[in-house]
């Protein structure tokens, strides 16, 4: 079947902006088991909180300054800065509520200007993500590290364009070859979660947020066949923890 790109972003967008699928930040960081969503949500959540702790016991005390790129206002920010963290968040523009205006490819901001980085759900929209990884490894300070989290099994979602997925083995080779060292990979959900969340999906886009008791079985059986059946070969989603050495 011929498609028109522009044609096919322009019926997405509207279809997202009928169906209200934007969530606010509590939703995303405590998603409830009512979201189409719930799947990827509520484990990206966990495991982003794990893999702050583990970073924040990679840094010394004094490292304070973290950026979280590709978002509005950080679901991240409150934890981060219990951390004592001070946050600022980067978008493409400032008209949602960022304090930075810039991109992932082109930050704006000076070597070694911060301490820690996350960006969450936002490399599978980068045009060039070969640039961004070393963009990002310039402005950490030596030891910094970058938290990221990317798709692996979802919809096209053209914010403003969707361009890629990842596997986890992409993810790595993607950030170690801007010179940053692995410490931790994740993956949200495995092969029977994802089967769940692309059914939520497909039911998502006719029913809209009334699907909601049904959406609601079917996370509460995924999450337990998940468990059962785990399969690490088909995850929804994958996040990783890098650092930059030290010594260069």
Sequence with gaps: MEIDLESLKATQRDREEHLRSDHASDERTAPSIWQYDYPVLS??????????LKARALLPAE????????CNTSPYKSNLES?????????????????????VESTGLPDDSC??????????????????????????SP????????????????HPDDNWRYTPEGLSRLLTVAGFDCVSIRLQGGSVSSV????????FGVLGR???????????????????F??????INVAILVRKPAEI
Excluded at 63 to 70: C, H, K, L, P, T
Excluded at 143 to 157: D, E, K, M, T
Excluded at 230 to 235: A, D, G
């Design 115 to 140: 301490d820690l980085i996350i960006c969450t759900q936002v490399l599978e929209h980068c045009a060039e993500p070969w640039r961004a990884a070393p963009e990002m490894f310039r402005i950490l």
């Design 63 to 70: 490292a304070g300054r973290a950026v979280d790129i590709g």
């Design 230 to 235: 785990f399969n690490p070969l088909f995850p």
């Design 143 to 158: 030891g910094g590290v970058l938290i990221a989290s990317v798709p692996h099994a979802w919809f096209y979602h053209p």
């Design 210 to 228: 009334m699907g909601a008791p049904v959406f609601a079985i079917c996370n509460l059986l995924g999450g337990v066949l998940d468990r059962i």
């Design 83 to 103: 951390m004592g963290f001070v946050v600022k968040t980067m978008d493409l523009d400032l008209s949602r509520g960022a304090d930075l205006a810039g991109s």
């Design 196 to 203: 769940f969340q692309i059914i939520n999906f497909c039911l």
């Design 43 to 52: 484990t990206l959540s966990r495991d982003i909180h794990a893999l702050l």
